[in-house]
């Protein structure tokens, strides 16, 4: 009678045991052994590991998404500087707008692009280190501080500017005429000679082109003293002031700009 009560008193103890951890551990291993549980926290990514004497919670990040914005998590090059390592210049493309959305902040996480007011939140040492992967990777012949130059150089016309860094094509008319590239495919994803200065990286001017123009007017590719000395003996305007996209025309009868989807 004693050595059944005893018994039962052993298996209860071992039922409440495995009871409260959730899984089966062997005895003669209680002392040593860690396991996995989940916590009844709602904190996404988050595990517990446990052992008889004490247990640890460690938080997992999840890498960085759209879905999932956080003002506190760490930003990470290293995606970019390997597509453009590889010249991988279409998915470098792609990254460098995923960088702008999350650096911009959790709105624009949300919404899935960035609104030309949310560049001002972009820091300048992440434009600038984004610039300075696509120079490098370039010749120097890709990068927002390439496009800034160019910008300056047409007087701040978007249309000079589209012309001049090949985001639009001549058509083969009688009349000079210039239409915009179809994305992507009509866009140029190599570096050799004949790519245009500039070229890359593309900005989205969908809802028109005020937040290229906040890109490009960003206190991260602002002018030196150098450049503005060197601007102004060459008669060049480096100025802020921007013309637009007025009717599509540059002001010339013989060159017309045709309107097109610019949707990339």
């Known amino acids: 009678m004693a050595t059944?009560?005893?018994?039962?008193?052993?298996?209860?103890h071992h039922s409440l045991l495995n009871h409260h951890h959730h899984t089966e551990i062997a005895p003669s291993t209680l002392s040593s052994t860690l396991f996995l549980k989940p916590t009844t926290t709602n904190t996404p990514n988050t595990i517990s590991i446990s052992s008889l004497s004490s247990t640890k919670t460690f938080s997992i990040s999840p890498t960085t998404s759209l879905s999932t914005p956080s003002s506190t998590q760490a930003i990470s090059f290293d995606l970019l500087q390997q597509h453009l390592s590889t010249q991988n210049f279409r998915e470098a493309d792609e990254e460098t707008r995923r960088l702008l959305i999350v650096l911009a902040g959790e709105q624009a996480q949300k919404r899935g692009y960035v609104f030309f007011s949310e560049?001002?939140?972009?820091?300048?040492?992440?434009?600038?280190?984004?610039d300075d992967l696509w120079r490098?990777?370039?010749?120097?012949?890709?990068?927002?501080?390439v496009q800034r130059k160019i910008y300056g150089k047409v007087s701040n016309d978007f249309?000079?500017?589209f012309i001049k860094v090949g985001w639009m094509k001549k058509l083969d008319t009688e009349v000079e005429q210039y239409?915009?590239?179809a994305f992507p495919n009509e866009f140029i994803w190599e570096l050799n000679e004949d790519?245009?200065?500039g070229h890359l990286?593309?900005?989205?001017?969908l809802r028109g082109t005020q937040l290229l123009k906040s890109i490009l007017e960003h206190p991260a590719f602002k002018p030196t003293e150098e450049e503005l000395l060197q601007a102004k003996a060459a008669g060049e305007d480096m100025g802020n002031g921007v013309t637009?996209?007025?009717g599509f025309m540059d002001g010339s009868k013989s060159k017309r700009v045709l309107k097109s989807d610019y949707s990339f």
């Open 4 to 12: 059944k009560s005893f018994e039962s008193i052993c298996h209860n």
């Open 119 to 130: 560049a001002q939140f972009i820091s300048e040492a992440d434009l600038k280190a984004i």
């Open 136 to 145: 490098q990777h370039s010749n120097n012949k890709f990068g927002y501080s």
């Open 159 to 161: 249309t000079k500017f």
């Open 179 to 181: 239409n915009y590239r």
């Open 195 to 197: 790519t245009p200065e």
């Open 201 to 205: 990286p593309l900005t989205n001017a």
């Open 244 to 246: 637009g996209l007025k």
